[in-house]
């Protein structure tokens, strides 16, 4: 079970910290992500963080936000900085177990508005 945190209302250009908290260990896990959605749009990649440490980002964060695991509280985080109002979309947390044809996790998703 994922369960997220942090979502909420903020000014452009302002900050806000995702928290997804893990039912079990994430550092079992292939991979942790957040996704977002937009409404009217498909849901798009915002970063994922790799077993061993690597990260990856969409092209349009960059810079911008930053993932991060804290192991031993089962918690991946997602940093986001000098917001727009084009990153309001509802964000999930993504689980992927290791192997081929697995089923991912999914958590509940939380709503991140940015204000112009």
């Known amino acids: 079970q994922l369960v997220e945190a942090g979502g909420g209302l903020v000014q452009a250009w302002g900050s806000l910290r995702l928290a997804c908290v893990a039912s079990?260990?994430?550092?079992?896990?292939?991979?942790m992500a957040w996704y977002r959605q937009a409404p009217g749009k498909q849901r798009e990649l915002v970063a994922n963080?790799?077993?061993?440490?690597?990260?990856n980002y969409a092209d349009s964060v960059k810079g911008l936000f930053t993932i991060s695991t804290d192991n031993a509280k089962n918690t991946v985080y997602l940093q986001m900085n000098r917001m727009k109002p084009e990153d309001t979309a509802v964000y999930s947390c993504n689980a992927r177990p290791w192997g081929s044809g697995v089923t991912n996790y999914w958590g509940q998703g939380t709503q991140v508005t940015v204000s112009s």
């Open positions: 963080i790799i077993y061993g440490g690597t990260t």
């Open positions: 079990g260990s994430i550092s079992s896990m292939h991979s």
